[in-house]
């Protein structure tokens, strides 16, 4: 009896209370919605930046030009392929994947050489990274290294390495990388000789067969018998190894 005395000496009404709970509740829904809204936002827009592209300029550069002996040297080269693709996995964003399809495209290299092939990639932090040159195995040889051999270790003899049937060059970045929105980047591929060479025996380069080729002997590695198919087959074995990727 004296509560009620109390509120009504006060002039306080229940209904204001009630009222009040129901303000408190709908602006804590208020706070929790626009808290929900800002999550969203931030993390749309941080999707949106990881969709942004940045621009790649595909280059060759060999990583070495010689085996570690000093008795090969590569120069210049080419192969036939019919697509390259991208391939690569962020630490924040989806894995990326672009293919671009050529017509049995003659790619030639010597040193260093503007391949002509750009792509538009999304930026992020890579953690992996490769790039697959599909061989058209429809020309023969399909792909082909030039350079010198060193007989006896002074006599300089022009080489010839060709293979008639390989399926794909893989080549790999060994390091993560960042590439950043709208920016231009070189990225080279390339032999490194050093790899290619390291494991063939030197009891291999001591008796190579050597053909005339326009006039001039040359040593011929391919697909054959002998000691030059035998070459073939460990240089080829050591292939995937030796093929280096480089962003700059």
Request: aromatic fraction near 12%; charge should be positive.
């Amino acid at each position: 009896m004296l509560f009620v005395l109390v509120l009504n000496k006060f002039n306080f009404q229940p209904f204001y209370f009630s009222r009040i709970l129901v303000l408190n509740k709908l602006q804590m829904r208020g706070l929790y919605l626009l808290l929900i809204v800002i999550l969203l936002g931030s993390g749309g827009c941080e999707r949106w930046k990881l969709k942004q592209p940045a621009y790649l300029n595909l280059s060759w550069k060999f990583h070495s030009t010689s085996s570690s002996q000093g008795n090969v040297v590569v120069n210049k080269g080419y192969f036939y392929s019919a697509q390259f693709t991208v391939s690569g996995k962020r630490a924040k964003g989806s894995d990326v994947k672009i293919t671009q399809n050529l017509t049995g495209e003659k790619i030639q290299f010597s040193g260093e050489t503007d391949l002509g092939l750009s792509l538009d990639i999304p930026m992020g932090d890579y953690i992996e990274f490769d790039i697959s040159a599909l061989i058209d195995n429809s020309n023969h040889p399909c792909m082909r290294l030039e350079g010198t051999f060193y007989k006896g270790g002074s006599v300089a003899v022009p080489m010839i390495i060709e293979w008639s049937n390989y399926e794909e060059l893989s080549f790999k970045i060994q390091n993560p990388f960042s590439l950043e929105r709208k920016k231009n980047y070189k990225v080279f591929i390339g032999f490194d000789a050093k790899k290619l060479f390291e494991n063939v025996p030197s009891s291999l380069w001591s008796q190579p067969n050597f053909t005339m080729e326009n006039g001039v002997p040359t040593l011929l590695i391919n697909n054959g018998s002998g000691l030059n198919g035998q070459l073939y087959a460990k240089i080829t074995e050591q292939l995937p190894k030796a093929l280096v990727l480089t962003v700059e």
